[in-house]
């Protein structure tokens, strides 16, 4: 299974009183607003955010199976609080920098079933340079390149 879900939050203020569950104001804690109505829901969660994509996963991955998903880097608390209430486990965290020495933007998570309570250890892979100050990085050209891209 894999996912990339929305990576800015988003915090609805809903009608005091128990009005109704239609928000009255949705403020965004990371980003700006998308200006188009479809790509709003891709950026920001609108939806539901990591935690969801969690849930779901969870509930639809085989036995053995693995849950790979993108979040913004930002999010890594909530990446994993999420995927332990889902009984997942992360099993290794790959961090990615867009350019030399900007720290990391996103990451790409690879999770598994927890299993009789034992989370085990997350292995850590050494960070990926897209681009240094020029051009793509050696490392990133063998991950187009195992992709066919290069």
Excluded at 10 to 18: E, I, K, Q, S, Y
Excluded at 41 to 63: D, K, N, Q, S, T
Excluded at 104 to 113: E, G, I, P, Q, S
Aim: hydrophobic share 40%; aromatic share 8%; with cysteine.
């Amino acid at each position: 299974v894999t996912g990339t879900p929305p990576y800015f939050r988003v915090d609805f203020a809903l009608p005091t009183g128990g009005a109704g569950v239609v928000p009255v104001r949705a403020t965004i804690r990371q980003g700006g607003m998308p200006s188009h109505d479809q790509s709003a829901p891709a950026r920001c969660e609108f939806r539901g955010g990591v935690e969801a994509y969690c849930r779901a996963a969870a509930a639809l991955l085989a036995p053995d199976g693995r849950f790979v998903v993108c979040e913004n880097w930002a999010n890594d608390d909530r990446v994993r609080a999420g995927a332990a209430a889902a009984g997942l486990h992360v099993e290794e965290v790959l961090q990615v920098e867009g350019r030399t020495g900007r720290g990391a933007l996103f990451a790409v998570y690879t999770m598994k079933r927890g299993g009789n309570g034992v989370a085990g250890v997350t292995r850590t892979l050494p960070l990926l340079t897209v681009r240094d100050q020029q051009e793509w990085t050696p490392e990133y050209r063998v991950v187009l390149e195992g992709m066919g891209m290069c």
